[in-house]
T-cell receptor, first 113, second 114 residues
Framework: KAGVTQTPRYLIKTRGQQVTLSCSPI?????VSWYQQTPGQGLQFLFE???????NKGNFPGRFSGRQFSNSRSEMNVSTLELGDSALYLC????????????FGPGTRLLVL | DQQVKQNSPSLSVQEGRISILNCDYT??????FLWYKKYPAEGPTFLIS?????DKNEDGRFTVFLNKSAKHLSLHIVPSQPGDSAVYFC?????????????FGGGTRVLVKP
């Protein structure tokens, strides 16, 4: 089975722009979660989607949003980028409804200049 | 506030010896714990998990111990191998939370010397 894939792998944007990141979960997985990893804050939960509905949301501003499509693929969007948004954005998928093992993709490295 | 803490940022161990990684948590609602390993430029890879109804779970060279009263868990790797050199993250999830939200510790970088 193919693993979680994320595109693009690397991205450079400037302050004020917006960005959309994509995640394709493992086939059959319906839960997709997003995490941000930074040197200062570590790995932090952004949000989770299941069956096209957001089930959980972390403590991030409204500039961070996401969605999930009927094929379980997910996108996250960051609007009005700030320098502090520079991070590794990780997507994880899980086969079960609640509290299952999550399988991570390789991440998208975003640099905001 | 950090609900999951890994107080040792790094650990160096000789090949063949035991690696012990520690993790403390403060949220008493956490009842499911996981360990992930992360290599540079890759996403975290699941290693082992434990439910709060157990105090030990073993999978090959990896054993996780949970001490609920102390709100402490540890990961033992025996024997350590050079390929184990990576950053290890402890993660936890809450009983009341619907879904798969994980709270991570800050990570421990392990170096296994040949």
């Amino acid at each position: 089975k193919a693993g979680v894939t994320q595109t693009p792998r690397y991205l450079i944007k400037t302050r004020g722009q917006q960005v959309t990141l994509s995640c394709s979960p493992i086939s059959g997985h319906r839960s997709v979660s997003w995490y941000q990893q930074t040197p200062g804050q570590g790995l932090q939960f952004l949000f989770e989607y299941f069956s096209e509905t957001q089930r959980n949301k972390g403590n991030f501003p409204g500039r961070f949003s996401g969605r999930q499509f009927s094929n379980s693929r997910s996108e996250m969007n960051v609007s009005t980028l700030e320098l502090g948004d520079s991070a590794l954005y990780l997507c994880a998928s899980s086969p079960v409804v609640a509290r299952g093992t999550q399988y991570f993709g390789p991440g998208t490295r975003l640099l905001v200049l | 506030d950090q609900q999951v803490k890994q107080n040792s940022p790094s650990l160096s161990v000789q090949e063949g010896r035991i690696s012990i990684l520690n993790c403390d948590y403060t949220n008493s609602m956490f009842d499911y714990f996981l360990w992930y390993k992360k290599y540079p430029a890759e996403g975290p890879t699941f290693l082992i998990s434990i439910s709060s109804i157990k105090d030990k779970n073993e999978d090959g060279r990896f054993t996780v111990f949970l001490n609920k009263s102390a709100k402490h868990l540890s990961l033992h790797i025996v024997p350590s191998q050079p390929g184990d050199s990576a950053v290890y993250f402890c993660a936890a999830s809450e009983a009341k939370a619907a879904g798969n939200k994980l709270t991570f510790g800050g990570g421990t970088r392990v170096l296994v010397k040949p």
